[in-house]
């Protein structure tokens, strides 16, 4: 499926809320609310809109950490990497998890309450992941930016 315009515009729309009605999803790209909803339909049979999802306040909810951990794996044989990926699935605080090149493995975003419980989920999780060699942690300061919008050109 090839995004027209009014694809893009219904897709931006929906990145900036997901709980906007059809009549007023319609309204604001031009189009009758049944050609919206239709082409809002095939977005989501064509995996263009993955879900739906309410974006907590990670303040509000008691998580106000970010740490980011560079993982370095024994070996990097394929089934380590299912190991580790399959293990880190698993623990509720990881958020992000991308394989990586350069000098680590994996990069994790993790979301704590504070150091405290950094250290418990270092000692009890990170480090009891399968294969694991190293562990670097890097500790965010504070959020400068934090999209939810992918840019559609």
Do not use: W
Request: contains cysteine.
């Amino acid at each position: 499926m090839t995004l027209d315009r009014f694809d893009k515009l219904i897709l931006e729309a929906l990145q900036r809320d997901g709980r906007i009605s059809n009549v007023q999803l319609a309204a604001l790209v031009n189009l009758s609310e049944s050609a919206c909803l239709r082409r809002v339909r095939a977005l989501e049979d064509d995996g263009f809109i993955d879900r739906y999802a309410a974006l907590l306040s990670q303040i509000k909810a008691g998580l106000a950490g970010n740490i980011f951990v560079h993982i370095g794996l024994q070996r990097e044989e394929q089934s380590e990497l299912d190991a580790f990926e399959e293990a880190v699935r698993n623990i509720p605080e990881v958020m992000e998890c991308y394989l990586m090149t350069g000098e680590f493995d994996y990069l994790l975003r993790v979301v704590v309450s504070d150091m405290a419980d950094f250290e418990r989920l270092h000692k009890e999780a990170l480090t009891r992941l399968p294969g694991v060699a190293r562990v670097n942690s890097s500790v965010a300061i504070r959020t400068v930016l934090k999209k939810t919008e992918l840019p559609l050109r």
